[in-house]
């Protein structure tokens, strides 16, 4: 698999054992300028100060929930436009479809298995927008 081109990621979840498990997949994946944060404001605050290319975040999350996160990031204006991913197990048909009208380029329903996980989040690094 080739390595992507969309560096930096930026995982935002509040469930530190997740973003443990993704940063180990994208880490297999040879991604490693990532960094973490637990809500969507501290997901805006980083962005402020740095670029994303890749935007992985959770769905439930307070008081900025990751739907509202990916409005805030498709309204502004700058020179990157980040993927985005929602990475969940809620796999709700209606939380899906919002994603999408939403923009997300992405929507990963977390399987038990971290090796498909992996497979999953390296599809979507590689697929352009």
Same mark, same amino acid.
């Given at each position: 698999? *080739?390595?992507?081109? &969309?560096?930096?990621?930026?995982?935002?979840?509040?469930?530190?054992?997740?973003?443990?498990? %993704?940063?180990?997949?994208?880490?297999? /994946?040879?991604?490693?300028?990532?960094?973490?944060?637990?809500?969507?404001?501290?997901? /805006?605050? $980083?962005?402020?100060?740095?670029?994303?290319?890749?935007?992985?975040?959770?769905?439930? $999350?307070?008081?900025?929930?990751?739907?509202?996160? /990916?409005?805030?990031?498709?309204?502004?204006?700058?020179?990157?436009?980040?993927? &985005?991913?929602?990475?969940?197990?809620?796999? =709700?048909?209606?939380?899906?479809?919002?994603? *999408?009208?939403?923009?997300?380029?992405? &929507? %990963?329903?977390?399987?038990?298995?971290?090796?498909? /996980? *992996?497979?999953? %989040?390296?599809? &979507? $690094?590689?697929? =352009?927008?």
């Amino acid at each position: 698999m *080739r390595k992507p081109q &969309f560096l930096p990621v930026l995982i935002v979840d509040d469930s530190h054992s997740t973003t443990a498990v %993704i940063r180990a997949c994208l880490k297999e /994946l040879g991604i490693t300028q990532v960094d973490e944060v637990d809500s969507g404001e501290a997901a /805006l605050r $980083m962005m402020d100060v740095k670029n994303y290319g890749v935007i992985i975040s959770d769905w439930h $999350m307070e008081p900025v929930s990751g739907p509202e996160l /990916l409005k805030e990031v498709r309204a502004r204006t700058g020179p990157i436009k980040p993927k &985005f991913a929602f990475v969940t197990m809620d796999d =709700r048909w209606a939380n899906i479809t919002t994603a *999408r009208s939403l923009g997300a380029d992405a &929507f %990963i329903v977390k399987p038990d298995n971290p090796g498909a /996980l *992996r497979n999953k %989040i390296g599809a &979507f $690094m590689n697929t =352009r927008v």
